[in-house]
């Protein structure tokens, strides 16, 4: 989109046909409304393509790698081992084989206090999904007290209403996070916050997310004033100006992105930072293109 602007832009003040419009009275800002009217638009084109194109099929290309190219074996009943999971209220699962039929085998339970130490734990050896509930059988529940003595109970079949997830919520949480939708990557976050888990990096691409469609405004309203006040070089000179631009844009994200994933600033601050500075830039340079 910088390009375009340059290119476009650039020509009209090279041509000096910029200076024809002015003379018939037309100011600049709005000979910059249909660009920044494209940059509004490539905001809610991301937002809607992100969701349902990139997110969706990257996904299915993982699916396509694994069955056609990797010749991995399918069937209607899907089967994963050694899975780790943070459920509702903080509660930690350590499951050795899962089903996609609702079955889970071999698995732990455990229900952690305010300070992360084991209050519960359930050791199950099956249970199966039906009328929307678990229901376990050779099932062990170990409840720890403050002194951590533990007191044991067996039951050779028990409903486990502990366990609040489905086998659909075991299975969203098994995709990486560029296949994971948005509402998805958000309760994600919420439960592994509850759990006390670091998510940073998962906290700093879901406000990417929202952060990344403003990418095409902001680079919009940098070239637009620089693009008329380019009097020598020509074309390829704001094509190459175009280029820094958007190589140091990505640079600040890229730097941003790393000190939010690390702690240093905020996740928030971190997907928001780049825009607020270049975009701060930007709207300065556009107030003031006619003086």
Do not use: C
């Not at 069955?67 to 780790?84: F, H, M, P």
Request: aromatic residues 10%; glycine residues 8%; charged residues 25%.
């Amino acid at each position: 989109m910088v390009l375009a602007v340059f290119m476009v832009y650039g020509q009209l003040t090279r041509n000096r046909e910029l200076h024809a419009l002015e003379s018939a009275g037309v100011s600049l800002l709005r000979l910059f409304a249909p660009a920044i009217g494209l940059g509004l638009a490539s905001m809610v084109i991301y937002l809607a393509a992100n969701e349902l194109i990139t997110i969706p099929f990257n996904a299915r290309l993982t699916d396509l790698r694994r069955q056609k190219i990797e010749r991995r074996q399918t069937s209607d009943v899907q089967k994963r081992q050694n899975l780790y999971f943070v459920g509702e209220e903080g509660r930690v699962f350590y499951i050795r084989e899962l089903s996609s039929d609702g079955v889970m085998k071999n698995f732990e339970v455990s229900e952690l206090g305010a300070d992360r130490s084991v209050k519960r734990r359930f050791d199950v050896a099956e249970a199966v999904w039906r009328d929307r509930a678990w229901y376990g059988r050779d099932v062990d529940v170990r409840t720890f007290d403050a002194l951590g003595d533990e007191m044991l109970e067996h039951h050779d079949s028990l409903r486990l209403d502990v366990i609040r997830e489905t086998p659909a919520d075991f299975a969203s949480n098994s995709r990486p996070v560029e296949e994971t939708s948005t509402r998805a990557l958000r309760s994600f976050i919420t439960r592994m916050k509850h759990a006390g888990e670091n998510v940073a990096r998962e906290e700093v691409e879901y406000y990417y997310r929202f952060s990344y469609s403003l990418i095409g405004l902001v680079v919009v309203l940098l070239g637009l004033p620089l693009s008329v006040r380019l009097r020598r070089g020509g074309v390829m000179f704001g094509l190459g100006l175009g280029l820094l631009l958007s190589f140091m844009y990505w640079g600040a994200i890229q730097t941003s992105r790393a000190f939010g994933t690390s702690h240093v600033i905020s996740t928030a601050l971190a997907a928001w930072l780049p825009n607020i500075v270049f975009g701060t830039f930007a709207l300065i340079l556009v107030l003031n293109v006619d003086r």
